[in-house]
């Protein structure tokens, strides 16, 4: 078997057969992957294909010293989060933040990536477990206000609370949330994100 570090370095210097060959390869395994995020085949073939296309483009600034295995890996479950992020279906986050744990592993035993606090993937993990922490009334309130985009009006009716105490809720989940995961930038960033 070749080494990964010997096909990077022949796909760097431009390569065509071995990077077809690694596509061929690589590409229902990756296909499989995309599929996890998004229920679309044809939209997760998409993203996969464009990883690829991407990775040729930019092959002069491969690093073969990493994983390319890895390498693509991390970029289509970034295109996934993007797509899922800019859907306007938000029960596909929801969906998707039920998968975290088990995309995971089957990730990260897969091409033996360690788990780092920068890593996107680990920190919508982190996210969705301080939100499943919350107490329970403020985690409803929390989601139907964040995830599915309600309004307080609307979550006040359904919960039968006052809007103000939706207000209240939402404050004190953002504040509990912030402290539990001030160790991480960029899930605060990605909490400021949300609606």
């Not at 065509?16 to 992957?33: A, I, S």
């Not at 599915?148 to 207000?167: P, S």
């Amino acid at each position: 078997m070749v080494p990964e570090s010997v096909i990077a370095q022949k796909i760097k210097c431009g390569n065509l057969e071995v990077f077809q060959d690694f596509y061929k390869t690589n590409y229902k395994r990756l296909h499989n992957y995309a599929t996890l995020f998004l229920s679309q085949s044809d939209e997760a073939e998409d993203v996969v294909q464009d990883t690829f296309i991407n990775l040729w483009n930019k092959r002069a600034s491969i690093n073969v010293e990493q994983s390319i295995g890895g390498l693509l890996y991390r970029a289509i479950r970034n295109q996934c989060l993007n797509a899922i992020k800019h859907s306007k279906v938000k029960d596909k986050f929801i969906e998707f933040a039920k998968k975290y744990d088990s995309i995971d592993t089957v990730y990260r035993e897969d091409f033996n990536l360690e788990t780092s606090d920068s890593d996107t993937f680990y920190v919508y993990s982190q996210i969705s477990k301080a939100i499943d922490e919350l107490p329970q009334k403020r985690k409803e309130v929390y989601k139907l206000s964040k995830i599915e985009g309600q309004t307080h009006n609307e979550i006040a009716q359904q919960l039968d609370i006052t809007t103000k105490g939706v207000e209240r809720h939402i404050t004190m989940a953002n504040k509990a949330l912030r402290a539990k995961l001030k160790h991480l930038k960029t899930a605060i960033f990605i909490l400021t994100l949300l609606p």
